[in-house]
T-cell receptor, first 118, second 116 residues
Framework: DTGVSQDPRHKITKRGQNVTFRCDPI?????LYWYRQTLGQGPEFLTY????????KSRLLSDRFSAERPKGSFSTLEIQRTEQGDSAMYLC????????????????FGEGSWLTVV | AQTVTQSQPEMSVQEAETVTLSCTYD???????LFWYKQPPSRQMILVIRQEAYKQQNATENRFSVNFQKAAKSFSLKISDSQLGDTAMYFC?????????????FGQGTTLQVKP
């Protein structure tokens, strides 16, 4: 399967610990997005990359959060000094923007990484 | 700022019947896309249907169709001949074209249960 993959799928951590999630987008997709989804709610945008450049960050992304996409392929989302309010599913998505496209190209989502902070 | 509202937290429908999920949105933009995504339990979100705001014709994908009312800022999803596999959470989403980010703004979701 060559879809968007995320790792780990589930993570339980103690408050104050650091966690890192990895996302492997669909091969050759140049855009990569991170969203956060709490139970029973819709996903909320966190940040996105075009190739290796991080082009937008939401105000939801506090200074404890950092995302990288060093070579324009996979991405990591790190949360430092986790808090109970960080408990959520972190969704990664990717898409391919071609030069002659409108931006309505299909966005593909991964299965998400569930974080529980205890 | 753009907002998307889904006022039906939960819906249920009998297998083979038709159900309509509601969505309203607020924007001052004129060029945008609207989407319905399906998120089955413990599975990834997948695109159901997409509507370009400049198109007057309502989008249709097999058993799924939309009723797009641009002036009213309404975008409902109709599922015909409901199947057990349609059981999922459905999200309405908005994408603004002017920013060229591809960022989606989601509603709160509607949980749909298809009953046998």
């Amino acid at each position: 399967d060559t879809g968007v993959s995320q790792d780990p799928r589930h993570k339980i951590t103690k408050r104050g610990q650091n966690v890192t999630f990895r996302c492997d987008p669909i091969s050759e997709h140049n855009r990569l997005y991170w969203y956060r989804q709490t139970l029973g709610q819709g996903p909320e945008f966190l940040t996105y990359f075009q190739n290796e450049a991080q082009l937008e960050k939401s105000r939801l992304l506090s200074d404890r959060f950092s995302a990288e996409r060093p070579k324009g392929s996979f991405s990591t989302l790190e949360i430092q000094r986790t808090e109970q309010g960080d408990s959520a599913m972190y969704l990664c998505a990717s898409s391919l923007l071609r030069g002659d496209d409108t931006i309505g190209n299909t966005i593909y989502f991964g299965e998400g990484s569930w974080l529980t902070v205890v | 700022a753009q907002t998307v509202t889904q006022s039906q937290p939960e819906m249920s429908v009998q297998e083979a019947e038709t159900v309509t999920l509601s969505c309203t949105y607020d924007t001052s933009e004129n060029n945008y896309y609207l989407f319905w995504y399906k998120q089955p339990p413990s599975r990834q979100m997948i695109l159901v249907i997409r509507q370009e705001a400049y198109k007057q014709q309502n989008a249709t994908e097999n058993r799924f169709s939309v009723n797009f009312q641009k002036a009213a800022k309404s975008f409902s999803l109709k599922i015909s001949d409901s199947q057990l596999g349609d059981t999922a959470m459905y999200f309405c989403a908005f994408m603004m074209l002017s920013s060229n980010t591809g960022k989606l703004i989601f509603g709160q979701g509607t949980t749909l249960q298809v009953k046998p």
